[in-house]
Each structure stands twice: as C-alpha cells, then as structure tokens.
C-alpha cells in the first residue's frame, strides 16, 4: 500500500502497480480506522492509504467525491467509495483536535464537482471507460488546472506510462486531485501496459510563476 500521495514527485520508473483495494487500516472492531495516538505526519500517511485502500465499487452510487483538511492529502478533494468517505471522519477528528493545520493554514480550492462512477468496479471519474479516453480526460485535467496565487498552490505530478504526465507536469491542488484519479482507473484497467514509457528526468519542483503552476525559476 502506498503511503505518500499516488505519483506525486515519483518520476523514476514509469512502470507502476495497481493500488491495493485491501480495506484494512488498523481497523477498529466496528471497522472505522483506529487513528488513536497517530501524529500529524502518520494522518497524512493514513488519510491517503486510506483513499488507495477504498477504491472498490458495485454501482455509481458506491462512489463519491468528498474533501479532507487543509494540509491533508485531497484537500480539495478525492475519489472515494462511501464506505471509504464513511470512515475518514476518524482521521479528520483527530487532525482538527490536533490542530494540525495551523490557524495560517490556507485551503482556496476551486468549484470542483465531479461526476463520479463505478468503471469496471473501481470508482472514477464517470464515463472513462476507454483507455483512450482516460488519456483524453488526463490532458484535459492538465490543461484546465494551472492556474495558481502562491508556489504551495501548485504540485509536480506524474503519471504512468502512455498518460500525458508520464515526464511530469505541474498542476494545482485540483488537477492533482484529477490526475491521481485518472491514474488510478488507468492503472486497474492496465492501459499502461505495451504503452511508450521514455526515461524522464526529474522535472523539477513546481512554482507559482505569474499566475500559472510551472517549474520552479
């Protein structure tokens, strides 16, 4: 199970496994998350296994679309399935009780309202059903999601192999929300496999550079 943001900042290898859809995460006896005891740091690396591990759909109303914290992976929001959105209540608590976000914290998203579905069991963005068309959606994500105010509105994100950010790109916290889900539905569907995966170099850390998410000058 991964245990930082999906892709994010990971530029070497293109070749990349399917998440886990394993539901457990020290689960308590009633099955919500036990985040008793955690930090700030081990929440953010619960908050998104906890996304990885809740991926598993019947039916478009499995899914949903719901935010964290500022400061917490998917603040802005995320692709989930109910019984996933269900149980991050326990983290958010536990994060607010902590006060891990500071009362500085800035969290500007931008209108974000997603049409969520099942595809083939995993939840996505609704009606990606095509390896192509996750491609399409993928360059569409990017090319919508740049602009920014500060360097911490922005992210280097990569993705796998034959997706547009296969060598990066830089996007706001939106278009990393986007991408991560994309990546996820490309990835269980194997669209990566037989895909153009050239060696990438590091693209480099993202900036806010006069409005736009950009390589750092």
């Known amino acids: 199970m991964r245990t930082t943001a999906i892709l994010i900042l990971l530029v070497s290898g293109c070749t990349r496994n399917a998440l886990s859809q394993d539901d457990s995460l020290d689960a308590g006896a009633d099955g ?3 985040a008793s005891g955690d930090t700030c740091a081990q929440l953010a690396t619960d908050v998104t296994a906890w996304y990885a591990a809740h991926q598993a759909c019947a039916s478009d109303p499995d899914c949903t679309f719901t935010s964290t914290r500022c400061g917490l992976p998917d603040a802005c929001g995320g692709i989930i399935n109910a019984t996933g959105a269900a149980g991050l209540g326990t983290f958010l608590s536990s994060w607010d009780a ?3 976000g500071g009362t ?17 069991g995993v939840c996505g963005i609704k009606g990606a059903t095509t390896c192509d068309g996750l491609r399409t959606q993928a360059q569409a994500a990017i090319d919508a999601n740049q602009g920014c105010v500060h360097d ?7 993705g796998s192999c034959g997706l547009p950010a296969v060598c990066g790109a830089y996007v706001n916290q939106a278009g990393k929300s986007a991408l991560e889900s994309i990546d996820q539905q490309y990835q269980s569907m194997q669209c990566q496999i037989g895909q153009p995966c050239p060696p990438c170099a590091f693209p480099g850390p993202a900036a806010c550079n006069l409005g736009v998410c950009g390589r750092k000058m």
């Open 98 to 100: 902590q006060q891990c």
């Open 104 to 120: 500085g914290a800035r969290c500007s998203c931008p209108a974000l309202f997603p049409q969520v579905g099942c595809n083939a």
């Open 152 to 158: 911490s509105d922005c992210f280097t994100v990569t």
């Open 32 to 34: 919500s998350p036990d």
